[in-house]
C-alpha cells in the first residue's frame, strides 16, 4: 500500500535527519557552483566533513548555461586531470584548450561530491557568518523563499571550523564579514582578461579572514582580478586549491 501520509512523514524525517546532522561540520561551503563542488569533493575525499549551502533550486551556478547559453565549457590543460578524475569527456581543441559538455561535466561534479559524503542543500542561502574572537565560526541560514518574499523570518546557525565563500561573481561571504566584522576589502571584478583571469584566480584562493577561505570567481572579485568568460579551468583549480588550504591546516 502506497500512503500519501508515508511519502509526506518519509520526505520530512530523512531531510530533517540529514540537516541535523550538518548543524556542525568542519567545512560550511556558500555556493554549488563549480568552484564550491570541487572543494567540497577534494575535502570530501580526505574524510573531511562538508556542508554545502545553495540559494538556488539548482546546483551548477554558472556552468550549466556554459557560454552564452551555448552549454560547452573551455578547460585548459592546466586542470585536465581534474577532469579527467570525474571520467568527463574531453575533446580536444586546439592550444591545448579541451572542450566538455557544461552539463556532463556538473552532473559528475554533483554526483561525486554526494558519493564522497557531500551534504548539499539547496534553496539554502548563507545570508550571515557566526563570528567569534577575530575568527569566522559558522554560516547564517535562511529559506531562499524567505529572501524572496522579502519575510521577517530569524535565521538558524550552522557551526563550522572553516567556511568557504564560493558564492562567484558577487562574493557575498566576504562582503558580509567586510561590511559587519572589518579587517578585509573586497575590491570587485574587473572586466574581462581570460588569461590573467585564470592565472590570478590560484593566487587569490586564500584564507582572507581567520576561517574564511575564498574560492572561484569570488576569489577574483575580492582581489580585484579580471573575469574570464566560459574557461572553467581556474574554477576547478582554485576550489582544489582552497580544499589543501583547509586539509593543510588540519
Ligand atoms: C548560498 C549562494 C549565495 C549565498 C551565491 O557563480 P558560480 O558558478 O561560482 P564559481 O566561482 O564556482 O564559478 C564561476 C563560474 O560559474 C562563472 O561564473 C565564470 C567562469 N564566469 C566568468 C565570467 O566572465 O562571467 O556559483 C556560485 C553559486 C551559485 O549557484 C549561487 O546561487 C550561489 O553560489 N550563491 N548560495 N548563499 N549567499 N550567493
Known amino acids: 500500500m502506497i500512503d500519501e501520509k508515508i511519502i509526506s512523514q518519509a520526505i520530512i524525517e530523512s531531510y530533517m535527519k540529514e540537516l541535523i546532522s550538518s548543524l556542525e561540520v568542519d567545512v560550511a561551503i556558500a555556493g554549488a557552483g563549480p568552484s564550491g563542488l570541487i572543494c567540497s569533493y577534494y575535502l570530501a575525499k580526505e574524510g573531511v566533513k562538508v556542508a554545502i549551502f545553495e540559494r538556488n533550486l539548482k546546483v551548477g551556478g554558472g556552468m550549466p548555461g556554459g557560454g552564452m547559453m551555448f552549454n560547452r565549457i573551455v578547460v585548459q590543460e592546466e586542470a585536465k586531470s581534474i ?6 569527456t574531453l575533446e580536444e581543441y586546439k592550444d591545448n584548450l579541451y572542450t ?21 542543500f539547496n534553496l539554502i542561502g548563507v545570508e550571515d557568518v557566526i563570528i567569534r574572537e577575530n575568527r569566522v565560526g559558522g554560516v547564517v541560514l535562511n529559506w531562499t523563499s524567505v529572501e524572496i518574499a522579502n519575510l521577517h523570518v530569524d535565521p538558524l546557525g550552522v557551526k563550522s571550523k572553516f567556511v568557504v565563500d564560493a558564492t562567484g561573481h558577487d562574493s557575498e561571504i566576504c562582503r558580509i564579514v567586510e561590511k559587519k566584522v572589518g579587517g578585509v576589502e573586497v575590491k570587485g571584478e574587473k572586466s574581462m582578461w581570460a588569461e590573467k583571469g585564470e592565472e590570478e584566480i590560484i593566487e587569490n584562493t586564500k584564507e582572507v ?36 588550504i583547509i586539509i593543510t591546516q588540519g
Do not use: D, H, Q, W
Request: with cysteine; aromatic share 12%.
Open 100 to 120: 566538455a559538455s557544461s552539463i556532463e561535466t556538473i552532473s559528475a561534479f554533483t554526483y561525486k561530491a554526494i558519493k564522497k559524503g557531500v551534504k548539499i
Open 209 to 244: 579572514y581567520p576561517g574564511l577561505i575564498v574560492c572561484g570567481m569570488a576569489a577574483n572579485a575580492f582581489y580585484g582580478s579580471p573575469r574570464m568568460g566560459a574557461i572553467f579551468g581556474g574554477m576547478l583549480l582554485s576550489g582544489k586549491k582552497a580544499a589543501e
Open 83 to 88: 577532469m579527467e578524475e570525474f571520467n568527463i
